[in-house]
């Protein structure tokens, strides 16, 4: 797969519909920003993520709209933004399988390197033979989590973008779909991703402001991938 020809296409897509995709990412932005601080004032993080989680259930099918509008040349404004609400339900529910793996992958995590630092700690008061032992086996289940998440996220990258051409489709049938496309494609995602990865990095520099050209560049990037991946 040609990824310069993906982005290639994106970008020109992009000259005609930058606008719209840009202010509707703000307003995700300062929404989510939004349902930060006000957990932060009440002193209630997990209202915050209720907010959030309720709030990206509402509109993120419109910013995925826009984008897939724009991948395809469709002709698309601001107010598709706001006109995937009919799509509320089955999109929080893939949000909250993200949720769940995020929380699931933190907790697994702590547990592994919390493992492994007790066992280095008290190495010297165990056998050593099965002090090393219990040491690679914290070390590799340390590195086989993220990883095992990663392909993971790889597997479902393309739910949002299946559920906006198929609205009668189950969530279950969603993820696996998406997991049967990417079948054969993980590598072709990965380099994708991380071609946009010196972007992120330079956009810290700049304040976040990179991030305005690079988020909209990147999701429809990432739309004409599933476009390419679906035929």
Not at 55 to 74: C, D
Not at 91 to 115: C, K
Not at 194 to 212: C, E, M, N, P, Q
């Amino acid at each position: 797969m040609n990824r310069q020809d993906l982005k290639r296409r994106s970008s020109n897509s992009l000259r005609e519909h930058y606008l719209p995709l840009v202010i509707s990412f703000i307003i995700l932005s300062l929404l989510g920003l939004s349902c930060y601080f006000i957990g932060a004032i009440i002193s209630d993080q997990p209202l915050s993520w209720i907010l959030g989680l309720i709030l990206f259930g509402l509109l993120s099918m419109g910013f995925i709209q826009i984008a897939i509008k724009t991948a395809r040349n469709e002709k698309t404004s601001f107010k598709d933004f706001f006109s995937r609400t009919d799509l509320f339900f089955k999109a929080l529910g893939i949000s909250i399988v993200y949720y769940i793996m995020g929380i699931t992958f933190v907790l697994l995590e702590t547990v592994a390197v919390t493992s492994l630092s007790v066992f280095t700690s008290y190495q010297t008061d165990l056998n050593f033979l099965l002090s090393s032992f219990m040491i690679v086996i914290g070390i590799a289940l340390s590195l086989a989590i993220p990883l095992f998440f990663i392909i993971l996220l790889i597997c479902f990258s393309q739910t949002y973008f299946i559920l906006y051409d198929n609205n009668d489709m189950h969530i279950v049938e969603i993820f696996k779909k998406s997991t049967d496309m990417i079948e054969g494609h993980k590598n072709d995602y990965i380099l994708l991703v991380l071609s946009f990865f010196g972007w992120f990095v330079l956009g810290i520099f700049t304040f976040g402001i990179l991030y305005l050209w690079l988020v909209p560049y990147m999701l429809v990037t990432l739309a004409n991938f599933y476009d390419k991946i679906k035929k």
